[in-house]
């Protein structure tokens, strides 16, 4: 499992002093860069046209109230690897409770054609070390 730890701003909370409902999806976003990176799919260098992974799809299940001030922790995992597209499963902790958990698919993206493209064996293998 990847951890990746967040220090919500106040500009992420709502009238109501509760977390925004779409920075969990900023947060999910985070723990998906931290992995990719991790994991050695980008790097620094790569110019963004060249991005090869794109998000296709993106939900999240609200469980707990979350407030400006605590910390949390994303529990990411790779949920399933299919021939171009990938899905990534998020808890998003604070101390021992999940307040919220959300997915992503990813597809991996021949951008000169703008079309899906099959993940290489090396790209399954790196992804493979998160199944849970």
């Known amino acids: 499992m990847h951890h990746t730890q967040i220090r919500p701003r106040f500009c992420d909370t709502d009238a109501l002093g509760h977390l925004n409902n779409t920075s969990y999806f900023a947060y999910m976003e985070e ?3 931290q992995l990719f990176n991790d994991l050695e799919l980008i790097n620094a260098d790569q110019p963004l046209h060249d991005w ?3 998000l296709v799809s993106t939900n999240c299940e609200y469980k707990k109230q979350g407030y400006f001030g605590i910390e949390i922790t994303l529990e990411s995992k790779v949920k399933h690897i299919g ?3 990938f899905t990534l499963s998020h808890t998003i902790i604070n101390g021992n409770t999940a307040i919220a958990t959300g997915e992503a698919v990813v597809v991996q993206l021949d951008t000169e054609k703008g079309k ?4 290489s064996e090396e790209v399954k293998s790196r992804l493979a070390r998160y199944v849970v």
């Open 83 to 85: 021939t171009s597209s």
């Open 31 to 33: 723990a998906r860069i």
């Open 116 to 119: 899906a493209t099959p993940l």
């Open 52 to 54: 090869p992974y794109v």
